[in-house]
């Protein structure tokens, strides 16, 4: 059974330019979440959705950040117009259900570097 | 709203020691609570979780956990630590009706030879 696929691993931008960080959730998770770590912190939630539908987005920039999660396919995060401080490790999670007592399945991860 | 408090940034330890990681918590409702191991450059990974029943939690790699409702705490403890140890570990809690956990900061656990 795979896990929960996230590319790139790494990923390098200049400001100014756009990032797509991709997800697979665990083979029949039709839930997903994206959270951001930065260096010497937590994670911190920036989206939840399922198929084709964002849940909330609470955590998430007004400007410059996307998010998806299409019939088909994986979970796109998109940063446009990335700014050095968007410098992060963003992990995607999955999971079976949307409860409070379920878990969640991570990813290795996406570490954006922006120069 | 939940939140979290790792006490400590960084604990040190060396091997076969035991060890305890410390987390607190705060919430108004019923929570359920986890712990997450994170190695380099890798995502989380589950060691154990609270829901309900036995205050005392079994979880992978030799890790225990106890659930505190009066102190609010669900500390991480392991009695005798391996080199692999070495790792974040991350508290979380999830509030009843909530499907979105909080996270701690995290503690590093550095074990030494």
């Known amino acids: 059974n795979a896990g929960v696929m996230q590319n790139p691993r790494h990923l390098v931008r200049r400001r100014g330019q756009e990032a797509r960080l991709r997800c697979s959730p665990v083979k029949g998770h039709s839930h997903v979440y994206w959270y951001r770590q930065l260096p010497e912190e937590g994670l911190k939630f920036m989206v939840y959705l399922q198929k084709e539908n964002i849940i909330d987005e609470s955590g998430m920039p007004k400007e410059r950040f996307s998010a998806e999660f299409p019939k088909e396919g994986p979970s796109i995060l998109r940063i446009q117009q990335v700014v050095r401080g968007d410098s992060a490790a963003y992990f995607c999670?999955?999971?079976?259900?949307?409860?409070?007592?379920?878990?969640?399945?991570f990813g290795p991860g996406t570490r954006l570097t922006v120069l | 709203a939940q939140s979290v408090t790792q006490l400590d940034s960084q604990v040190p330890v060396f091997e076969e020691a035991p060890v305890e990681l410390r987390c607190n918590y705060s919430s108004s409702v019923s929570v359920y609570l986890f712990w997450y191991v994170q190695y380099p450059n890798q995502g989380l990974q589950l060691l154990l979780k609270y829901l309900s029943g036995s205050t005392l939690v079994k979880g992978i790699n030799g890790f225990e956990a106890e659930f505190n409702k009066s102190q609010t705490s669900f500390h991480l403890r392991k009695p005798s630590v391996h080199i692999s140890d070495t790792a974040e570990y991350f508290c979380a809690v999830s509030e009843e009706g909530s499907y979105i956990p909080t996270f701690g900061r995290g503690t590093s656990l550095i074990v030494h030879p």
């Open positions: 999670a999955s999971s079976s259900l949307a409860h409070s007592t379920d878990t969640q399945y």
